[in-house]
Structures are given as C-alpha cells and as structure tokens.
C-alpha cells in the first residue's frame, strides 16, 4: 500500500519518464474542435487512451458523437480494432461525457515493471488515435 504523498510521487516519475521516453508535441486538448480532446491515463489498475467528447452543450456533444460514430468503421478498421464505445460514460465526477478508447489491463502506476510495457501501449495507441483525427478531422469539424 501507498500513501497519497508516494503515489503522487510515482506518478509524476512515471510522466516525466514518459515524456523523455517518448518526446513529442501530442494534441490532446489541442485539437481546434471544441469539446474533443484526446487523453492518456495511467492508474493502480489500466491505462488507457482515449477521445473525449466533452461539452456542456448537448446538442454539440450528440452532433460530435454522431461524426465519430459515423466514421467507427475507419477507425476500427483502420487504426483502432478494438476501441470501445461509450456515448455516455461517468466519469469519476460523476459528469457525462461521450468516449472511444482503449485500456490496457493488468498494468498499475504503483509498479515500475509494467511502466515499459505501459509507455508502449500510449504511444502507439495515441499515434494511431492522431493519425485517424488528422486524416478525418475536417469531416468531424463539419457539423452540419
């Protein structure tokens, strides 16, 4: 067991590592759409990638979510085979977001033996989500 204070520890290790390991400019909130973002998390459990629709607009996130939806056999075909879709996921806050990721079980922040195995799984998972986003972005940020 941790105490908050060796947890946080941990984890800011694990992200200044992971941003030597891999240095790149990644979008994540950057993506010029309002209310889509990209991101990664990393906890005692799973990592996970992921691509936020999160607006307090409702309409604007079911138009999003519409888009996405609409090109899912590109992504899973092309980029990600096995995302998952969730159109209303909880967040921890208990705020509804709509969600396509993927998680990678059996890794936990709490062991540096799966940091390796972990910063590969971001990385190629988060190029791949990138490179979708890239290709299509105009047909998503058209929300006619």
């Given amino acids: 067991m941790f105490s908050k204070e060796e947890s946080k520890k941990l984890r800011q290790e694990f992200w200044i590592a992971f941003g030597k390991s891999y240095p790149r400019k990644w979008i994540l909130y950057n993506t010029r ?83 390796q195995e972990t910063m590969q799984f971001l990385d190629a998972n988060m190029k791949q989500l990138e490179a979708f986003f890239l290709e299509y972005k105009d047909i998503i940020d058209n929300l006619e």
């Fill in 33 to 115: 759409i309002k209310g889509l973002q990209f991101k990664f998390d990393f906890d005692v459990k799973k990592a996970r990638v992921a691509m936020d629709v999160d607006t307090d607009n409702l309409e604007r996130r079911i138009l999003l979510w519409e888009k996405l939806i609409s090109l899912k056999s590109i992504l899973t075909d092309e980029y990600w085979p096995e995302a998952i879709f969730d159109d209303s996921y909880l967040l921890e806050n208990g705020k509804e977001i709509s969600r396509i990721y993927l998680e990678k079980d059996n890794v936990s922040i709490h062991n540096k033996n799966s940091w």
